[in-house]
């Protein structure tokens, strides 16, 4: 009788990295941190290779590994787990996938459950970048000219072989998942449609932020739904750290999953529970402005945000229509530690986008928002290019409508305007904040990013300072 080994993935997690051998960081990534004094730390240094030699030994296969949280994803068995996790360099041994039946049919297209798929004709796409006043710097000649991005999605079907974008804008591309469709192939056009938002230029159209260089990177797997999809965004949050990224729009989310036993609560949307999320904020610690998608529940069941919108320090970005009236399917807030989400809105109803066959329509999301409020921060980073992303971030929110009185569930801060963000006199000292019994608050001390709660101070990896 011959029996079938059963494999699943797991996250091992590491006591300690015994070697601290140099931070593997491009000369891009070395130069921005030395621009904007950010420290090298513990976080910096690469997992131990005697730990994954070890680990391979067993009989492991590595999918990828994590500098930040001391860790690597795994493909093992049950047997082999229990016996990894006995061993005396690992600390605790999680799974993140098994082989439960997939609870969507196509997951990808999860955050853009609301899709509304309309080709049309226009002349152009003015209304969705009107909105935030993004064409005066357009005309200025700010369109995100040396401004490295990152677009982390499901799927860029044909994005290699598009006329409206240009090819050699693309820096290159990662896959992070284990599916076995090339990077181009059959995983949905979902990443295609919002990198058009960014970079596409067609007649009739174009992008936020058409002169930003960028990077592709896959995290989310066809045909499954699990924790691991999130440490799959955990290592692209890596990678483009590494790569001295400024700008990382990702348009995915996490709540459900296959094996409902790890669905996540609502009180774990603190934005310091799931690796995802913590690697977001953990990424604006390193200099990068991420933006991610509010989701698109808004009126579901779930109602509320996901994993990794949840995330502190970044832009969780909900939708409006090109009125700037909230859209229903945009999810609430705010996070369960009380943060204002969504940070910020943009066009999210009826966005124009360019799909994989070439044709100019309508699709509606929060993940369409999403690039649009990336590709208006590079943008204006072109414009301020000596500011940190922090400061960029900064002028975002105090630019945005409804700054002085934010909606903690739908709008949070509301619809930035681009040209008062770049024309804004950011002189106000930022460290004359004062701790606040009643509310949660950053503030920005050198180079450190600081959050107030309950009147004490805290770091970034959730540790009190004061």
């Excluded at 994590?66 to 999680?94: H, P, Q, Y």
């Excluded at 990152?150 to 006329?163: E, H, I, L, P, R």
């Excluded at 200099?287 to 698109?296: F, P, Y």
């Excluded at 930022?430 to 600081?450: N, W, Y």
Aim: proline content about 4%; hydrophobic content about 35%; aromatic content about 10%.
């Amino acid at each position: 009788m011959t029996f079938l080994l059963i494999l699943f993935i797991y996250f091992v997690s590491f006591t300690d990295k015994p070697e601290k051998t140099a931070p593997q960081l491009s000369e891009r990534a070395w130069e921005q941190r030395q621009k904007w004094g950010i420290e090298t730390d513990q976080m910096d240094y690469p997992v131990s290779p005697l730990y994954m030699d070890s680990l391979r030994d067993m009989g492991a296969k590595i999918h990828h590994c994590s500098r930040w949280f001391n860790g690597a994803t795994c493909e093992m068995s049950k047997e082999l787990a229990e016996k990894v996790a006995d061993l005396g360099f690992v600390a605790d041994v999680e799974m993140t996938r098994d082989n439960s039946s997939p609870i969507y049919w196509y997951a990808p297209w999860r955050t853009q459950k609301r899709a509304e798929v309309t080709p049309i004709s226009i002349n152009y796409t003015t209304d969705q970048l009107k909105l935030y006043n993004l064409l005066s710097l357009h005309q200025k000649g700010y369109k995100g000219k040396g401004i490295l991005m990152t677009v982390c999605d499901g799927g860029f079907y044909n994005a290699q072989k598009m006329s409206c974008f240009r090819q050699e804008q693309e820096l290159g591309h990662f896959d992070f998942t284990d599916d076995s469709d090339g990077f181009y192939g059959s995983t949905g056009s979902h990443g295609t449609e919002c990198l058009s938002t960014i970079s596409g230029i067609m007649e009739g159209y174009t992008g936020a932020a058409t002169e930003a260089e960028y990077y592709l990177m896959r995290s989310e797997e066809t045909d499954t739904e699990s924790p691991k999809e999130m440490d799959n965004l955990v290592a692209a949050l890596e990678k483009a750290d590494s790569l001295g990224v400024n700008v990382f729009s990702v348009s995915l989310g996490y709540f459900y999953f296959d094996n409902s036993s790890w669905n996540l609560p609502k009180s774990s949307l603190d934005g310091r529970t799931t690796r995802a999320s913590q690697a977001a904020t953990i990424a604006a610690r390193k200099g990068m402005l991420v933006c991610a998608a509010a989701g698109n529940e808004g009126d579901s069941e779930w109602h509320t945000i996901d994993a990794p919108s949840d995330a502190d320090s970044i832009l969780t970005v909900g939708a409006v229509d090109t009125k700037g009236h909230i859209v229903s399917f945009s999810s609430y807030g705010p996070s369960a530690d009380g943060r204002v989400k969504p940070d910020v809105c943009a066009v999210g109803s009826q966005a124009v986008v360019i799909s994989p066959n070439g044709y100019i329509m309508y699709n509606s999301g929060t993940s369409f928002a999403t690039p649009l409020m990336a590709g208006l921060a590079a943008a204006l980073w072109s414009a301020l290019p000596d500011e940190n992303a922090m400061q960029i971030r900064e002028r975002i929110l105090r630019s945005s409508d409804r700054y002085a009185n934010p909606d903690p569930k739908r709008y949070g801060y509301g619809i930035p305007n681009a040209w008062k963000a770049y024309t804004m006199d950011l002189s106000e000292d930022i460290e004359s904040v004062q701790p606040s019994d009643d509310r949660v608050q950053k503030v920005i001390r050198g180079d450190q990013i600081l959050i107030i709660r309950h009147g004490h101070i805290y770091n970034l990896a959730g540790q009190r300072v004061e």
